[in-house]
C-alpha cells in the first residue's frame, strides 16, 4: 500500500524525532513549518520503504548544516533544497530516485519532505543515524566506507557550493566554513549512494518512528495515559531515572555546546543524583559513579507529567524529568561504529555497555 | 486642605477575579483601598473600584491627587475575544530569506481571519553578523505606503531578519513610509518589541500594531472615568509588564507590554511592602496563584517564547508559573481517597458559595478555615463538621502546590525569602519547604493595585553586538545611554534615570556576538 505523508503526520514526527534527537537536533519549531508549508501548497509526499528503492538507482539526503539557533531567526527561502538538488543532477548526471533524511532530529527529519512535496519526489523511509549526532561523517554510510560527497550547499540567496574533499572530515571542515560564510546555516545534498547501499547501511524505518513516537506522546496525553511509558514501549527504552534538575553547565566552544547537567532523584530515585554529560546530544548518563547508558545508546528526557522531549537547550534548574536510555541501532555497535560515536570518541575513558545489559544490572542492584 | 503639591497616587489593577483601588498619599501611605468584581467590560469594575476608594477619603482630598495609574487586561481580552483589533499592514523585509513560512502560518485560523492582516515583503534584512542578505529597496517600501493608504490600514508592522542585531532596515523602512503615511501613522518596529526568533518577534510586532485603537481609547476611558469623579488635570499612566510604568502616548506605541501587568504590579507591590529585593513572590488570588521573581527589586523576566491567545511570540513578559490554586478552588476526594483541589474554583463567588460563608461548596477556603487557621473568614462553626481527613490531606495538597510552583520558579537549590500576597494568601502556611523565610506584609490582599500606584518608570534595550566591530565596554555605554533615553521618553524624570541592570549574554553559534540587555529606571516627573 502507497503512503504519504500530510501536515498531521509531520506534526507527529516532528516531535517524536526531537525524542530521538537524544538532547541534540534543534527545536522542530521551523523545520516543521517549512515543510508543511510545502506540503499544503504542493500536496502530500510519497514514502517508500529503502526495498522500493531498486539496487541501482541513485538516492541523496537533503539535510540542514549550522546553527539552528540562527535558522529560527533568518528562515528559509524554501528554494535551496531545489538548488541543492538541481546542482546535485549535474555533478552525477542522473536523476535521484529519491530522497532521505540524514538524521532523526528536531529539524533534519523534516528538511527532506520540502524538497520531496515541491518536486514530487518520493522520501525513502531511513536514515542514516537513527538519531541525532553532531557531525556530518557520524553516519551509518560513513562507517561502511560510502562518502559524504560530492555535496551541494545552498544558502537563501541562491548561492550554491559544490564540494569534493579527499575523505569526509574534510567535507566537515570545508563545508563548515562555506557554511559559516554563506550565512550561519545551508541546506545540503549529500550522501548520494546507490539503493543497494542504502538496504544494506542505512537505518530503515526511523522516519516512520518518528511519527510513531509523535503520535504515541499526543495520544496518551489526549487519554490522559502515561506518555513515557508510552514512549519507551515504542522505542525498546529503559527508565533510567526520575528527578529534578538542580544544576546545569554550559561551555560553548566553535560547533559545540559541552555541558552536564545534575538530576536529583525523586520517589524511587530519592537519595540518588544523576549526572548527563552533553556535546550537542547527551553522550553519558551516570548514577553515584555507574554508567546507565552511554553513546552511541540514545540518552533523552522528557518532561515527567507531559513526555515532552526536553533539549540540553532546554534543561533548567527545576525541570521534573525522567531520563529515559534507548537502543540504538545494532551498527553502531560495531567496532566501527563505536569508533566514530562510542564514549571514547567524546573523549571519555569508558567502555561501550548496551543500555539493555546496564539496565539489567542496574535493576538486580 | 489640598496640598500645594498633588502628591497623592491612585493606582488600579485589573485582575481576572478582582480590580482592586488605591490612594496612597504623598509618602507613600495607603490612604484607602478596596476590591471590587472584574465586570465583563473590565471598565465598569474600574469605576466601581475608583468609586469606592475616591469615596473613603472624600472629595476634597481626592484634590491631592496628581498621578493615576491603571494596571489592565484590556489588550489581552481584545486579542482573545478578537474585538477591536486594527486593520494591519504587516511589512516582512528579508527576501530572498523567510519564503518558506508564509506571514501568521502558525495563527489560530479564525483569529487569522478577525485580525484583516495583510502581510507584504520586501528585499532586505541582515545577516547574524550584520551584513546585509540585500539591500533595501526603497521604491518597494514606497509601494506597500501606497496600498496601506488606497486600502485603508490602520496600522503598520515592520519586522527586518536579524534587527535585533541590526535595525538598520527597520529604521529605514519606517522614515520611508512617514515620508508618505505622515508622522503620526502607527508603526510598530519588530526591533523593539522583540527578540531573536523572527515569527515570534514578527507575531508579537503584528499584534501589537492590531492594539493601537486598544490602548488609545483604554487611555480615554480611563480619564473620562477619572474625570466623572472629579479628578481632572492628573498625569495617567498605564502598567507594562516590567513592573513599570508607561505614559499614555508611549502605551499607544507599546500596547502589547500591558500584557501580563497585573502579576508584575503584585511583585512590585509586595517588594514596597516588604522592602526586600530578591525573593520569591506567591500572589494567591480566587482562582490562580502566580509565582514571580523578585529579582533587583523588579520581575525576572522569562527567556523562552510565550504564547497569547495561542500565537508564539517572544517579547519580554514576566517569568511567572501559574498554578490553579485560589481562595476558591474546589476541594474534592477521588474514588482513591486522594484529596484534590482545584483547578476550577468558584472564583469571586468564595463569599457566597464556600461553607464558611453559608454555601455549600468545599473550597481551598475552607479547608483553611477548618483548621482555625482564617478567623477573621466567615464562619467557622460552618466548616467544623468537615471530615478531618478530608481537612489535612486538602492542606496538604494545598501546601504541596504551592512549594512545588515555589521551587519551579527557582534557578538554585538553596532557600529564599518567600513574599506572600493576594485575597487568597490565608491559604499559605507560615512556613514552605525551600523558603528561608515566608512574609505576609500588612495590605497584601491589594498589593497589585499598591504596586500599580508605586510603580516607575523604565527604559530597555536588548541588541545583539558584533564584538569585532563594537568593542564590549562601548557596546555597553551604548546600550545604558539608549535605555536611559528609552526610561526619559516614557515619562521618567531625567534627574533620577539610572541602570539598574546590564546583562551581557554570548549567543551560542553566533561567533563574536553578544547579546547586551540594559535595563534603567526612573521616578516619575513630578
Given amino acids: 500500500m502507497r503512503r504519504f505523508i500530510g501536515v498531521d503526520e509531520i506534526e507527529d514526527m516532528a516531535l517524536g524525532a526531537t525524542v530521538l534527537g537524544a538532547g541534540g537536533g534543534g527545536d522542530p519549531y521551523v523545520g516543521k513549518l517549512m515543510a508543511i508549508e510545502a506540503i499544503r501548497k504542493y500536496g502530500d509526499v510519497e514514502l517508500i520503504t529503502p526495498d522500493e528503492v531498486p539496487d541501482d538507482a541513485v538516492v541523496v539526503v537533503s539535510q540542514m548544516m549550522g546553527a539552528p539557533t540562527i535558522m529560527v531567526e533568518k528562515i528559509c527561502s524554501g528554494l535551496e533544497p531545489m538548488a541543492t538538488y538541481d546542482e546535485m543532477v549535474k555533478e552525477l548526471g542522473v536523476e535521484p530516485y529519491a530522497i532521505y533524511a540524514v538524521e532523526a532530529g528536531g529539524v533534519n527529519s523534516t528538511i527532506p519532505f520540502i524538497l520531496g512535496a515541491t518536486r514530487r519526489i518520493p522520501v525513502v523511509d531511513c536514515d542514516l543515524m537513527g538519531r541525532a549526532f553532531p557531525e556530518l561523517q557520524m553516519t551509518t554510510l560513513g562507517i561502511n566506507g560510502v562518502k559524504g560527497q560530492p555535496a551541494v550547499l545552498a544558502d537563501e540567496k541562491g548561492n550554491t557550493v559544490t564540494v569534493r574533499a579527499i575523505d569526509d572530515r574534510w567535507l566537515e571542515r570545508i563545508a563548515r566554513q562555506a557554511t559559516s560564510v554563506m550565512g550561519g546555516y545551508t541546506i545540503l545534498a549529500s550522501y548520494m549512494c546507490t539503493g543497494r547501499q542504502l538496504k544494506d547501511f542505512a537505518i530503515p524505518g526511523t522516519p516512520t518512528l518518528c511519527e510513531k513516537i509523535g503520535r504515541t506522546l499526543r495520544e496518551a496525553r489526549e487519554m490522559h495515559a502515561d506518555p513515557i511509558a508510552a514512549v519507551l514501549e515504542v522505542t525498546r527504552g529503559h527508565r533510567l531515572f526520575k528527578g529534578k534538575v538542580v544544576d546545569v553547565e554550559r561551555n560553548t566552544d566553535g560547533m559545540f555546546v559541552r555541558g552536564r547537567a545534575v538530576v536529583a532523584g525523586l520517589d524511587d530515585d530519592k537519595g540518588r543524583e544523576l549526572v548527563i554529560e552533553f556535546q550537542n546530544e547527551n553522550i553519558i548518563a551516570r548514577a553515584d559513579g555507574r554508567a546507565l547508558c552511554t553513546s552511541p545508546d540514545l540518552i533523552m528526557s522528557l518532561d515527567m507529567e507531559s513526555g515532552t522531549p526536553v533539549t540540553t537547550e532546554g534543561l533548567k534548574y527545576g525541570a521534573r524529568i525522567v531520563v529515559v536510555g534507548m537502543p540504538c541501532d545494532d551498527q553502531w555497535r560495531t567496532p566501527e561504529g563505536l569508533a566514530v560515536v562510542g564514549p571514547r570518541a567524546f573523549g571519555y575513558d569508558l567502555d561501550y555497555v548496551p543500555v539493555e545489559e546496564l539496565a539489567a544490572t542496574e535493576g538486580g542492584r | ?526
Fill in chain 2, 1 to 526: 486642605m489640598a496640598e500645594e503639591k498633588r502628591t497623592w497616587r491612585l493606582g488600579i489593577d485589573v485582575g481576572g477575579t478582582n480590580t482592586d483601588a488605591v490612594i496612597i498619599d504623598g509618602d507613600l501611605n495607603l490612604v484607602a483601598s478596596t476590591k471590587s468584581p472584574t465586570t465583563e467590560d473590565v471598565m465598569g469594575g474600574i469605576k466601581a473600584a475608583m468609586h469606592e476608594v475616591v469615596s473613603q477619603i472624600g472629595l476634597e482630598a481626592a484634590a491631592n491627587i496628581g498621578f493615576a495609574m491603571l494596571g489592565t487586561t484590556h489588550c489581552t481580552n481584545a486579542i482573545v475575544e478578537r474585538r477591536r483589533l486594527n486593520k494591519v499592514a504587516a511589512l516582512r523585509i528579508g527576501a530572498p530569506a523567510t519564503t518558506a513560512i508564509s506571514c501568521m502560518a502558525d495563527w489560530p485560523e479564525e483569529l487569522k481571519s478577525a485580525m484583516r492582516v495583510r502581510d507584504f515583503l520586501v528585499h532586505g534584512g541582515h545577516e547574524f553578523d550584520g551584513r546585509e542578505i540585500n539591500a533595501l529597496i526603497e521604491d518597494e517600501i514606497r509601494e506597500v505606503a501606497r496600498v496601506v493608504r488606497e486600502e485603508g490600514f490602520e496600522s503598520v508592522a515592520v519586522t527586518s531578519v536579524f534587527s535585533p542585531v541590526s535595525d538598520a532596515h527597520e529604521r529605514r523602512a519606517v522614515e520611508v513610509l512617514r515620508a508618505e503615511l505622515g508622522e503620526e501613522f502607527p508603526i510598530s518596529v519588530s526591533s523593539e518589541i522583540g527578540s531573536l526568533g523572527f515569527l515570534e518577534r514578527e507575531n508579537a510586532s503584528i499584534l501589537n500594531a492590531a492594539l493601537v485603537d486598544v490602548a488609545r481609547t483604554t487611555a480615554d476611558s480611563f480619564e473620562e472615568a477619572l474625570a466623572a469623579e472629579g479628578i481632572v488635570d492628573v498625569a495617567v499612566y498605564l502598567g507594562q509588564n516590567d513592573g513599570t510604568l508607561m505614559s499614555v502616548d508611549y502605551a499607544k506605541r507599546y500596547p502589547i507590554f500591558t500584557i501580563a501587568c497585573g502579576p508584575t504590579n503584585s511583585i512590585r507591590g509586595a517588594s514596597f511592602l516588604t522592602q526586600e529585593k530578591d525573593a520569591i513572590v506567591v500572589d494567591i488570588g480566587g482562582t490562580t496563584t502566580d509565582v514571580g521573581v523578585l529579582s533587583h527589586g523588579f520581575p525576572r523576566e522569562s527567556m523562552v517564547a510565550v504564547e497569547i491567545g495561542d500565537v508564539r511570540t517572544n517579547f519580554r513578559m514576566p517569568d511567572l508559573v501559574s498554578v490553579g490554586l485560589g481562595g476558591g478552588s474546589i476541594v474534592r476526594r477521588a474514588e482513591d481517597g486522594s484529596v484534590t483541589v482545584g483547578p476550577d474554583s468558584v472564583g469571586f463567588r468564595v463569599t457566597r458559595d464556600a461553607l464558611v460563608f453559608g454555601g455549600d461548596v468545599v473550597t481551598a477556603t475552607d479547608i483553611v478555615a477548618a483548621r482555625g487557621l482564617a478567623p477573621e473568614v466567615g464562619d467557622a462553626s460552618l466548616v467544623s463538621s468537615l471530615d478531618a481527613d478530608l481537612v489535612e490531606r486538602g492542606y496538604a495538597e494545598i501546601v504541596r502546590i504551592i512549594e512545588d510552583a515555589v521551587d519551579a520558579m527557582k534557578t538554585s537549590a538553596g532557600d529564599v525569602k518567600v513574599v506572600l500576597v493576594g485575597g487568597g494568601s490565608i491559604l499559605a502556611p507560615e512556613a514552605l519547604e525551600g523558603a528561608s523565610a515566608v512574609l505576609r506584609p500588612p495590605h497584601f490582599g491589594v498589593a497589585n493595585a499598591i504596586g500599580s500606584a508605586i510603580a516607575q518608570v523604565s527604559g530597555q534595550i536588548a541588541k545583539v553586538f558584533s564584538l569585532s566591530e563594537t568593542p564590549r565596554a562601548q557596546a555597553i555605554e551604548e546600550s545604558k545611554r539608549r535605555a536611559c533615553d528609552e526610561a526619559i521618553a516614557a515619562g521618567a524624570d531625567p534627574a533620577t534615570v539610572e541602570v539598574i541592570e546590564v546583562e551581557d549574554i554570548p549567543m551560542a553559534y553566533l561567533g563574536d556576538a553578544l547579546c547586551i540587555r540594559v535595563k534603567a529606571v526612573g521616578d516619575l516627573m513630578l
